[in-house]
Nanobody, 117 residues
Framework: QVQLVESGGGLVQAGGSLRLSCAASGRIFSINAMGWYRQAPGKQRELVATITNGGVRNYTDSVKGRFTISRDNAKNTVNLQMNSLKPEDTAVYSC???????????WGQGTQVTVSS
């Protein structure tokens, strides 16, 4: 099992910045990729950014150039630096860890990000 605990959400004005952190514990060695997903009210959950063990990053188009995902393997954390935030970034952001070989997904409890206009 892998446990994920997020922190760093909150309320910010448009154009502002927030940094999300996710701490992983448990069977860390079984994790391949980690990332962030978000779900806005009335919408499906969508991928925001992912990063593999090897440091390969992937971003959804709407956040490219504004968000940066990073990973500290020594501390078993993954961070999401969000700059130039927009009201449409408002959502519950959830940390994800994907298990090697099986592709099983572990999820954190989610943290609310609200961007006011």
């Amino acid at each position: 099992q892998v446990q994920l605990v997020e922190s760093g959400g909150g309320l910010v004005q448009a154009g502002g910045s927030l940094r999300l952190s996710c701490a992983a514990s448990g069977r860390i060695f079984s994790i391949n990729a980690m990332g962030w997903y978000r779900q806005a009210p009335g919408k499906q959950r969508e991928l925001v950014a992912t990063i593999t063990n090897g440091g390969v990053r992937n971003y959804t188009d709407s956040v490219k150039g504004r968000f940066t995902i990073s990973r500290d393997n020594a501390k078993n954390t993954v961070n999401l630096q969000m700059n130039s935030l927009k009201p449409e970034d408002t959502a519950v952001y959830s940390c994800n860890a994907k298990q090697m070989f099986t592709g099983y997904d572990y999820w954190g409890q989610g943290t609310q990000v609200t961007v006011s206009s």
